[in-house]
């Protein structure tokens, strides 16, 4: 089946890390630009991070740069997002989205939670 799968989300203290995981099942990212996004309660989902191995493409929300780092392993079958000095404004649900470059199609994972909380 193909999709993607995200992992690694959970509960930490402000200022903790996490990482979180989008595993490609039956493709790879080799021609898809891959992204996080975040929703949380009552607000919009919101771009977190790109990332596009083809072309050595990285970007960030403002919200997050200098804390977030987005990667993809070199089997470019995985999409990590690290997330440093978190706060609890970062709580919210998690998705990987991948979209093929030459065409439309596209893949939204399931979602992971993350929450910020002393």
């Known amino acids: 089946q193909v999709q993607v799968v995200e992992s690694g989300g959970g509960l930490v203290q402000p200022g903790g890390s996490l990482r979180l995981s989008c595993a490609a099942s039956?493709?790879?990212?080799?021609?898809?630009?891959a992204s996080w996004y975040r929703q949380a309660p009552g607000q919009e989902r919101e771009l977190v991070a790109t990332i596009s191995s083809a072309v050595s493409f990285t970007s960030y929300a403002e919200s997050v740069q200098g804390r977030f780092t987005i990667s993809m392993d070199n089997a470019k079958r995985t999409v990590f997002l690290q997330m440093n000095s978190l706060k609890p404004e970062d709580t919210a649900i998690y998705y990987c989205?991948?979209?093929?470059?030459?065409?439309?199609?596209?893949?939204w994972g399931q979602g992971t939670q993350v929450t910020v909380s002393a």
């Open positions: 989205y991948a979209r093929q470059r030459a065409t439309s199609l596209n893949y």
């Open positions: 039956g493709f790879t990212f080799s021609n898809y630009v």
